[in-house]
């Protein structure tokens, strides 16, 4: 890190103009972060990262080794994409056919999860504090604090913002093991209900 640009930069890294890297940011060996990205305070990129042109990502997102994020994508605050995840940003690609002007928007949410090797297909948000289990192929939409696993993903439980899995009670009312916060389960959606 020097004064310059307040994060720090792997030698190897290949960073593109037109970038807005936050302060305190940490960009590690033989990642490539395109051209117009904007980039949050404190995150932290590992090893063979691609980042696409016009990528977005909050503070404090964690994208671990050999990820590809693709244009279309915008991670908001504390986002973690766990090891050779990979997000799409056409449904139909060819290799003949350019469909650059087709990119899908992909949204994850605040405090989402995506484990490793997982594939998010692009158009289909992630819900925040969503929990996407290591491989699992989303096509669909993911509603905030839904675990969902499998190829096609399936939706199988709900998840803390602290990542313990919840159980709810016969009146839809779930503590986490490890905050001791309280959250509901009603309609089919997840609340966390205020102290």
Request: proline letters at 3%; a positive charge.
């Given at each position: 890190?020097?004064?310059?640009?307040?994060?720090?930069?792997?030698?190897?890294?290949?960073?593109?103009?037109?970038?807005?890297i936050?302060?305190?940011?940490?960009?590690?060996?033989?990642?490539?972060?395109?051209?117009?990205?904007?980039?949050?305070?404190?995150c932290?990129?590992?090893?063979?990262?691609?980042?696409?042109?016009g990528?977005?990502?909050?503070?404090?997102?964690?994208?671990q080794?050999?990820?590809?994020?693709?244009?279309g994508?915008i991670c908001e605050?504390?986002v973690?994409?766990?090891?050779?995840?990979?997000?799409?940003?056409?449904?139909?690609?060819?290799?003949a056919?350019?469909?650059?002007?087709?990119?899908?928007?992909t949204i994850?949410?605040?405090?989402?999860?995506i484990?490793?090797n997982?594939?998010?297909?692009?158009?289909?948000n992630?819900?925040?504090?969503?929990?996407?289990?290591?491989?699992?192929?989303?096509?669909?939409?993911v509603?905030?604090?839904a675990?969902?696993?499998g190829?096609p993903?399936?939706?199988i439980?709900?998840?803390s913002?602290?990542?313990q899995?919840?159980?709810?009670d016969?009146k839809g009312?779930?503590?986490?093991?490890?905050?001791?916060?309280?959250?509901r389960?009603?309609?089919?959606?997840v609340?966390?209900?205020?102290?």
């Amino acid at each position: 890190m020097d004064s310059k640009t307040n994060y720090f930069a792997h030698e190897t890294a290949v960073i593109d103009p037109g970038c807005e890297i936050g302060k305190g940011t940490k960009i590690w060996h033989f990642t490539h972060i395109m051209s117009d990205c904007k980039i949050g305070e404190n995150c932290n990129f590992g090893q063979n990262v691609v980042v696409s042109p016009g990528v977005v990502l909050g503070r404090n997102v964690k994208v671990q080794n050999n990820v590809s994020i693709y244009t279309g994508v915008i991670c908001e605050d504390d986002v973690f994409l766990g090891p050779s995840m990979v997000f799409t940003n056409v449904i139909n690609p060819r290799s003949a056919v350019n469909r650059k002007a087709e990119y899908a928007k992909t949204i994850v949410g605040r405090g989402a999860s995506i484990g490793a090797n997982a594939t998010i297909v692009c158009g289909n948000n992630i819900g925040e504090f969503a929990f996407i289990g290591a491989g699992a192929v989303v096509t669909k939409e993911v509603p905030a604090y839904a675990l969902v696993v499998g190829n096609p993903a399936k939706h199988i439980g709900w998840m803390s913002e602290f990542g313990q899995r919840l159980k709810f009670d016969d009146k839809g009312i779930a503590v986490c093991a490890e905050s001791k916060e309280t959250y509901r389960l009603q309609n089919g959606s997840v609340t966390k209900i205020k102290a």
